[in-house]
């Protein structure tokens, strides 16, 4: 179904280009409760950002203040340069894909009028319509025939959060904000939505923030990570950085829980090849060393664990 | 069940054309309570603060009961259609509010987090999104207020709006329950009906609502100019100074009411028929031109009518005075002596102003007949305290002021002249009901007229009615001794006044067309 190779060659993230967010000395309180305190961050082009924290920490509040759901209570926050609220904040959403944990399909809309709402809005011929209604079914695995006509009630999970991925990227957004996306599936079709969205994400280089509480998504899937804890950033970096050189005691404890797996899932497969005798292709390089330990044999493991332990001391 | 079969067979017309009226009513009340009622709750969901208040005010709308509503409506609007339907489209909004609200309010927050995000304008998200998933709720609403609205309408015969209550309201005042079936049965049928289509309706699909609902507008509003263009043309080919009546229906069916006062007179006139209680202020309204009231309607001098003299002595002698069942005066005899204390103790002028006192003055019956009676020395202060009563005689009264203030009469009196303690049991529906309650030992005595006895319940025959007419002690005897041998009631003496029927017109009317009588009025209806 999906040419990985072709997708995995734009997976170098570009760093260089602009920046779409900037948050400038954001702080947050609801009657009297600081909330956020005093916050900077940039969310570059492309990037997948990943808000991580516990629940209460401000993450969600962070990421609809992109959108313009809640408002900052001091500082300012920059679209490409310019001033949030100097923009139409109705445009400015209409050109943001928003994806939610409960998704939020319109009850009493087929699957196919769900998905091409934006492309209404934005007053794209039908022809053009259907034509992205049915790419985009078919890139997150939808059989159009079979689901199109029907309504949300009907569907899995699974489904529905295909639907809402379908929904947020047919217009192509400028940034694509997601708030725990994957938290109420079952682990296997969370995994699989994951990687699928990834690629979709990495080939297209949408620009995406997500916020999440789980350490291991946040790893498998971020280019970089923000984690927030008592009401400011603790650490921005990337997994790997994160993981092997967290930068206070916020950001360990963090991980301490899950330390281990949170250090596999940080280790690229090609991050190991200078200590093994044989490379991995290009489809698998890019791939966790957690997952390529789920399905080899006891042999290759020792080999990979070695290999980790070396790239482990080197760092 | 036969009865009630052959008398829909025989009246099916009228039935056909009660229904008709009903649905008109609940229909064209619940289309405008329809659109104000989803405005409102639109309106109100997007202010939760002041929901709560709005929600209140319709909620205190639908406990103000219903008679008195219309009762509200009528200073303001006049009788017929018109308040009906208001009366019928404040009852009916609250449930459409209250559900409008909450449907809209209901919307799954992820779905308008949604929404939102995706930059749907507020109208946007208020016509795609919360009417949409309100519309079930929505149509709930319609539907209860539906079955509110088809019970309702019965009282709209009231206020001479027409519909089923017609037959329900006849029905009671006549004692024929035939009558009240063909009312109650298609008005329950009735609520039935639009429960069931409604349902269905609310059952079905989104697009399925959105059609009925846009067809039956269109279907009304094609009904309204319909209505209209009729209408208007009606009301230009009747613009006349023809006078219009108001009467109950107690009066239009009785054999001693209009059909043959307009016989005796010789007229014809258009009218419509009306709840007692209301009749007065319509006729103040200019709403009806004349009415049939009583001479010692304390509303006589309040709102400024004028008593059309009865010049051919159509209408019977009705002098009130206490009907007792005979076997409690065997057992308590004392009761005679108290009654001959009142008897000719109470003039037309006394009555009148009791009545008034009541009804324009706003006291209350009790207190209007205990201050009377002191007046009059016929009680003293208290009962003596502590007295042990040796029996308990029940008063009944028919609905309406005067025979209130009597009954009170006659309790006061009982407790302070003989060891009796008294049980009201006052305000009963018609004449007949009364008699029922009297022959089943639930009320011992109650104040009654000598001209109502004399032609609803002994049916005499028209010849010796003619003889008996002239003189007032002549009806008095007769009554009574008919009363006894018939029900084993006896009638103590008169109280005094004559409160016969009294066709009512406004003061301004009489001065300006130089009405004094009867003959009068039959003269200047018949002039081209």
Redesign the interface.
């Known amino acids: 179904m999906l040419n990985f190779q072709h997708y995995f060659y734009n997976l170098q993230v570009s760093n260089q280009s602009g920046r779409v967010i900037s948050f400038k000395n954001i702080s947050k309180s609801y009657g009297g409760d600081i909330i956020l305190d005093n916050i900077s961050l940039e969310i570059e082009e492309g990037e997948f950002l990943v808000l991580l924290g516990a629940s209460g920490s401000g993450k969600t509040t962070l990421l609809k203040m992109i959108n313009g759901l809640i408002d900052a209570s001091e500082g300012e926050i920059y679209v490409e340069g310019n001033p949030l609220q100097d923009l139409s904040i109705i445009e400015w959403r209409r050109s943001i894909g928003y994806v939610i944990q409960h998704v939020g399909l319109f009850p009493h809309y087929s699957v196919y009028d769900n998905i091409a709402l934006m492309p209404r809005l934005k007053k794209w011929e039908e022809s053009r319509i259907k034509e992205a209604v049915k790419d985009w079914m078919s890139r997150l695995g939808l059989d159009y025939e079979l689901l199109a006509h029907k309504l949300p009630k009907a569907l899995s999970g699974g489904q529905i959060q295909r639907v809402g991925l379908a929904r947020a990227l047919i217009t192509k957004p400028k940034i694509l904000l997601m708030d725990e996306p994957f938290s109420a599936l079952d682990p296997i079709i969370r995994k699989k939505i994951r990687e699928d969205f990834r690629k979709i994400q990495q080939k297209e280089k949408i620009t995406t923030v997500m916020v999440t509480h789980d350490l291991q998504e946040a790893i498998s899937m971020a280019d970089k990570i923000c984690l927030i804890a008592d009401k400011k950033i603790q650490q921005l970096g990337t997994p790997t950085s994160l993981v092997f050189k967290p930068a206070n005691s916020y950001v360990s404890n963090f991980i301490a829980s899950d330390q281990f797996q949170a250090e596999l899932g940080a280790c690229k497969l090609k991050d190991l090849t200078p200590f093994l005798k044989e490379s991995f292709n290009d489809q698998v390089k890019d791939d966790s060393l957690l997952s390529r330990l789920q399905n080899v044999s006891t042999k290759e493991n020792s080999v990979l664990m070695n290999a980790f332990y070396q790239w482990k001391e080197q760092l | 069940m036969k009865d009630f079969i052959t008398f829909i067979d025989q009246n099916k017309a009228e039935v056909l054309n009660q229904v008709i009226e009903h649905i008109e009513l609940t229909l064209i009340s619940l289309f405008f309570a329809s659109i104000v009622g989803i405005g409102l709750g639109i309106f109100i969901a997007g202010r939760k603060k002041s929901a709560q208040v709005f929600i209140s005010f319709v909620n205190i709308i639908q406990t103000i009961p219903s008679l008195a509503l219309l009762g509200f409506l009528i200073p303001l609007m006049g009788i017929g259609m018109v308040p009906a339907i208001t009366a019928l489209f404040l009852y009916a909004l609250l449930p459409i509010v209250r559900n409008t609200f909450a449907g809209i309010t209901e919307v799954?927050t992820?779905?308008?987090?949604?929404?939102?995000?995706?930059?749907?304008?507020k109208h946007?998200l208020l016509l795609?999104?919360q009417i949409?998933?309100a519309l079930p709720y929505i149509m709930a609403g319609i539907r209860t207020a539906s079955v509110i609205n088809v019970g309702v309408a019965t009282l709209s015969a009231f206020i001479a709006a027409g519909g089923l209550g017609k037959f329900i309201l006849q029905g009671i005042q006549l004692n024929n329950s035939n009558m009240i079936l063909a009312g109650a049965i298609p008005a329950s049928l009735l609520a039935l009906l639009f429960d069931a289509v409604l349902g269905l309706i609310q059952k079905s699909q989104?697009k399925t609502i959105k059609r009925v609902l846009i067809g039956s507008v269109i279907l009304l509003i094609g009904y309204f100019a319909f209505k209209l263009i009729n209408s208007t043309s009606f009301t230009t080919d009747a613009e006349s100074k023809r006078m219009k009546g108001g009467f109950p229906s107690e009066f239009i069916y009785r054999e001693d009411g209009l059909q043959g006062l307009l016989k005796a007179y010789d007229f014809k006139l258009d009218y419509v028929e009306m709840e007692i209680g209301l009749m007065y202020q319509a006729l103040k309204q200019g709403e009806v031109d004349i009415i049939s009231g009583f001479s010692t309607d304390g509303r006589i001098k309040g709102y400024d009518l004028t008593i059309l003299r009865d010049d051919k002595n159509y209408f019977p002698p009705y002098e009130a005075a206490p009907m007792l069942r005979k076997d409690i005066l065997l057992k308590y005899p004392e009761l005679k002596a108290v009654f001959q204390k009142l008897a000719g103790g109470i003039s037309t002028d006394a009555m009148t102003e009791m009545n008034f006192k009541v009804d324009e003055e706003k006291r209350l019956p009790k207190d209007v007949a205990k201050d009377f009676l002191l007046k009059q020395g016929l009680i003293g202060k208290e009962p003596s305290e502590g007295q042990k009563y040796s029996g308990l005689i029940k008063v009944g009264s028919k609905a309406f002021t005067e025979n209130y203030i009597l009954a009170h009469i006659f309790q006061l009196m009982i407790e302070h002249h003989t060891q009796l303690k008294v049980e009201m049991k006052i305000g009963f529906g018609g004449t007949k009901l009364l008699m029922d309650a009297m022959k089943n030992d639930e009320i011992d005595l109650y104040p009654e007229y000598t001209g109502t006895a004399l032609l609803l319940m002994l049916d005499p025959i028209s010849a010796q009615k003619s003889t008996l007419l002239n003189s007032p002690q002549k009806v008095y005897d007769y009554v009574n001794e008919q009363s006894q041998i018939q029900f084993g009631f006896e009638w103590m003496p008169s109280l005094g006044f004559n409160n016969t029927f009294a066709m009512l017109i406004r003061e301004e009317d009489a001065k300006r067309y130089n009405l004094g009588n009867l003959s009068d009025f039959s003269d200047f209806i018949k002039q081209p």
């Open positions: 799954d992820a779905v308008m987090e949604a929404g939102i995000a995706m930059g749907l304008q946007q795609k999104v949409p998933l989104l």
